[in-house]
């Protein structure tokens, strides 16, 4: 298995345009983590699915972050507007959870590594 | 805010002695896991640790956790130059389906 893939692996955009984060998680998993991570404020868990449906996405921050799951096999992470504050690190994490509260090993993708100027 | 806290921030040694890190919790959990991350890379599992278990060993780590203290720590024996990265803990809640890092320690091994 080639283990968790992000794209795009850097993203530089503008103030005010949308960006899309791509996650492909390891095949047969069932849980999908996405992750922010800044030197301010470390490793945040923005949200996360289980069998495709959103669990618990408190950590989101605000209406311009969305998710969605459409199958096992792909995630979204969507920015709308996207400000400059939203630079950070994305990573999407993937595991396999016997119940839906299980958090077990997490598998890392590489990481996106967004700038909004 | 976030659940775990490590201690230290930052640790520099010398190549053959040990590492010790900690992290501390706030609230009751299922288990507790480390992770490592390479700088500019994703976090790489190391080992996890359930509620009812009070050490745990996996080649050079060994893992303790008090759960009356909420707090565990994480030894690397015989330390290495490819063990410098930076080291997480991370908590899952035993209420609700929070999931946690810590702020994480630096370990920087000197050759």
């Known amino acids: 298995d080639a283990g968790v893939i992000q794209s795009p692996r850097h993203e530089v955009t503008e103030m005010g345009q949308e960006v899309t984060l791509r996650c492909k998680p390891i095949?047969?998993?069932?849980?999908l983590f996405w992750y922010r991570q800044t030197m301010m404020r470390g490793l945040e868990l923005l949200i996360y699915?289980?069998?495709?449906?959103?669990?618990?996405d408190s950590g989101m921050p605000e209406d311009r972050f969305s998710a969605k799951m459409p199958n096992a096999s792909f995630s979204t992470l969507k920015i709308q507007p996207s400000e400059p504050r939203d630079s950070a690190v994305y990573f999407c994490a993937s595991s396999f959870a016997m119940t839906s509260g299980d958090h077990n090993e997490q598998f890392f993708g590489p990481g996106t590594r967004l700038t909004v100027l | 805010s976030q659940q775990g806290e490590e201690d230290p921030q930052a640790l520099s040694i010398q190549e053959g002695e040990n590492a010790t890190m900690n992290c501390s919790y706030k609230t009751s959990i299922n288990n507790l896991q480390w992770y490592r991350q390479n700088s500019g890379r994703g976090l790489v599992h190391l080992i996890l640790i359930r509620s009812n278990e009070r050490e745990k060993h996996s080649g050079r780590l060994r893992v303790t956790l008090d759960t009356s203290k909420k707090s565990s720590s994480l030894l690397i024996t015989a330390s290495r130059a490819a063990d410098t990265a930076s080291y997480f803990c991370?908590?899952?809640?035993?209420?609700?389906?929070?999931?946690?890092f810590g702020t994480g320690t630096s370990l920087t091994v000197i050759p």
């Open positions: 699915f289980n069998n495709n449906v959103p669990i618990d």
């Open positions: 095949s047969g998993h069932n849980s």
């Open positions: 991370a908590t899952d809640a035993s209420t609700g389906n929070q999931f946690y």
